[in-house]
């Protein structure tokens, strides 16, 4: 081997870092050291701070080192729009869209199989959740996948009878595809989802 | 803005990777946060003592924290070998080549244009280097650029007359590749650097 152990380690360490292979870990490695000390040094602090100080909101569960992370906390935003999601990248996927309601954090969805049932995902603080705040809407926005499906149906049923309006987000096809390009459930849902033109 | 400070300050840091952009950055600093913390705070130890312990080797000058880096202190490799190249990262693509003879890293190639002379990037070292060993052959690895090239013949002329033999690592055609996808230069290359079959 022709690092030296402590440069060995860096590189190693760096490949828990998601998408970082062998390769990428020397060249940011050997980047960092030759080029930008003070960028490394300040990843580490970084690093730390978030690791021992980031828990959860209290009230959307998504990660947060404040008992309210800053949606929560933001008094301008929508009481009345509960918005469910999988977890804290999908938070920022649908906020990227302009939504000014609020967010609800799962911890990823239903998955028998794995011993993941409804406590263990976050369905009870869900609930509890809705019953404290004022909402009139719901959207399931899980990701689009079986399991996703199912969390969706599952948290449509412990809400029912409440007087809310539930929704999920719409199948269909992504903009700037080409039909061809789209499988056939995708497209089905498409269809069968049509709406008039010109509204 | 939908994070929170301490993960939006991990997220600015993970950038100084290369390679990192916003996206990578986050989805990253997620993954650490929801799914390994104890490798988070791993990589932060690691980046602080590599930052701060990582010097220079006295012989080679690569990237290491010890006086000797492990390749100038294996005492079992080819003392009469000496492959010159431009940093640490192409010190590891040449070892692992079942290279084994000794290596002098440069800090990068000359660049007039960038104020790097040949004291910037430590060329005097190399004379040292080659005056204190017992070199037969000098072999000159700086990349095949135009800036590598000059590099290379610089060097040349500052050590003929020492009766070392200097050689320059072969341009040709990539193995795997097609002839038809090789630029015209490397072609020429391979063409002039022609080799009898089945020696």
Same mark, same amino acid.
């Given at each position: 081997m022709s690092f030296s152990p402590l440069i060995r380690q860096l590189i190693d360490s760096l490949r828990? $870092?998601?998408?970082?292979g062998q390769k990428t870990a020397q060249r940011m490695a050997l980047q960092m050291l030759e080029r930008d000390r003070s960028g490394g040094l300040q990843l580490a602090r970084a690093l730390t701070a978030a690791m021992e100080g980031v828990g959860h909101c209290q %009230?959307? %569960? &998504?990660?947060?080192? /404040?008992?309210?992370?800053p949606l929560c906390a933001d008094? %301008? %935003? /929508? /009481?009345s729009l509960l918005c469910v999601v999988e977890g804290p990248l999908e938070v920022f996927a649908v906020e990227q869209t302009g939504f000014r309601g609020r967010f609800f954090v799962l911890k990823g969805h239903l998955s028998p199989l794995d011993g993941l049932g409804p406590e263990a995902i976050g369905i009870p603080e869900l609930l509890a959740r809705v019953e404290a705040g004022s909402f009139s809407e719901i959207i $399931?926005? &899980?990701?689009? &996948?079986v399991e996703g499906e199912a969390t969706a149906h599952y948290i449509a049923q412990m809400l029912a009878g409440k007087g809310l309006s539930m929704t999920r987000i719409a199948h269909g096809v992504p903009l700037g595809g080409e039909l061809e390009m789209v499988d056939g459930g995708t497209l089905a849902h498409a269809l069968a989802g049509r709406r008039p033109m010109g509204a």
């Open positions: 828990i $870092l998601p998408g970082v %009230r959307c %569960r &998504t990660l947060s080192e /404040d008992a309210l992370c008094p %301008r %935003r /929508d /009481d $399931l926005a &899980t990701n689009p &996948t």
